[in-house]
């Protein structure tokens, strides 16, 4: 599945791609998830690009 390789990975570059073909499938739950990511774009893209997190490191 795309999601899964493109998320599920440190492909962070692959998300505006995705965000692209998820769009185009007119589904209101994933225009809405779309939307979310575009509002914060680029701590979207760290999240997946780096192997931490925040909730991570506090634990």
Request: net charge negative; charged share 25%.
């Amino acid at each position: 599945m795309y999601y899964k390789k493109g998320l599920g990975s440190n492909v962070h570059n692959e998300l505006d791609s995705w965000m692209t073909t998820a769009a185009a499938l007119q589904i209101d739950e994933l225009d809405t998830y779309i939307n979310e990511l575009n509002a914060d774009i680029d701590t979207a893209k760290n999240g997946i690009h780096y192997k931490y997190n925040k909730s991570k490191a506090s634990v």
